[in-house]
């Protein structure tokens, strides 16, 4: 069964540290999400890929976070310097493009963040 | 105009009830309404997807109500059950965008 996988799955680290979340996604899938999930903000929509070239990354804070695709295998999103306020369960998605019919997007099981 | 409401925000029913959630949109460009399912734990899940172009779609105990010219749509989980205590999330799509646009969230308890 394909599936997206994160790395790592949980992640506690103090602020001002570097951060970085690793995501693999579906063999063949060209469209790679990162999302933040929050109690109060729900699943907000950071950055996404199309053939591993950034699309749009609106929902990104662009002075502490950067999302890449080193290759077609490997998405990263890094956060420098973390804050308390990055706290969150933070996940990856891949999808063929377009990503809707039956070819929804595939969620990872997310990284869950803890800023101290 | 890109938001997706969704109610209520947290619902609980009783096993072998029925079990409904609310989404409302603005954007007539949305041409792809998915439903996730989230566990605990979990990424979310696709669940059922309905297209504007039908009124109701339903997959064994889960149905999906559109009404496009209300711009609303809803899921109906007939039978509820415990196993089905989650989170839901609709989403809406248009192929000329960029990705899901999510609700906020339905935490979903269902009581033995």
């Known amino acids: 069964d394909a599936r997206v996988t994160q790395t790592p799955r949980h992640k506690v680290t103090e602020m001002g540290q570097e951060v970085t979340m690793r995501c693999q996604p579906i063999l063949g899938h060209n469209t790679v999400f990162w999302y933040r999930q929050t109690m109060m903000q729900g699943l907000e929509l950071l950055a996404y890929f199309r053939n591993r070239a950034p699309l749009d990354d609106s929902g990104m804070p662009k002075d502490r976070f950067s999302a890449e695709m080193p290759d077609a295998t490997l998405a990263t999103l890094k956060i420098q310097p973390s804050e308390p306020r990055d706290s969150a369960v933070y996940f990856c998605?891949?999808?063929?493009?377009?990503?809707?019919?039956?070819?929804?997007?595939?969620f990872g099981d997310g990284t869950r963040l803890s800023i101290l | 105009q890109q938001q997706v409401k969704q109610s209520p925000q947290s619902l609980i029913v009783q096993k072998g009830g029925i079990s409904i959630i609310n989404c409302a949109y603005e954007n007539t460009a949305f041409d792809y309404f998915p439903w996730y399912q989230q566990f605990p734990g979990k990424g979310p899940a696709l669940l059922i997807a309905i297209r504007p172009d039908v009124s109701e779609k339903k997959e064994g105990r889960f149905t999906i109500s559109f009404n496009k010219s209300a711009k609303q749509f809803s899921l109906h989980i007939m039978d509820s059950q415990p196993g089905d205590s989650a989170t839901y999330f609709c989403?809406?799509?248009?192929?000329?965008?960029?990705?899901?646009?999510f609700g906020k969230g339905t935490t979903l308890s269902v009581s033995s």
């Open positions: 998605a891949s999808g063929p493009q377009p990503s809707y019919s039956n070819q929804p997007q595939h």
């Open positions: 989403a809406a799509f248009n192929q000329a965008g960029t990705a899901l646009i």
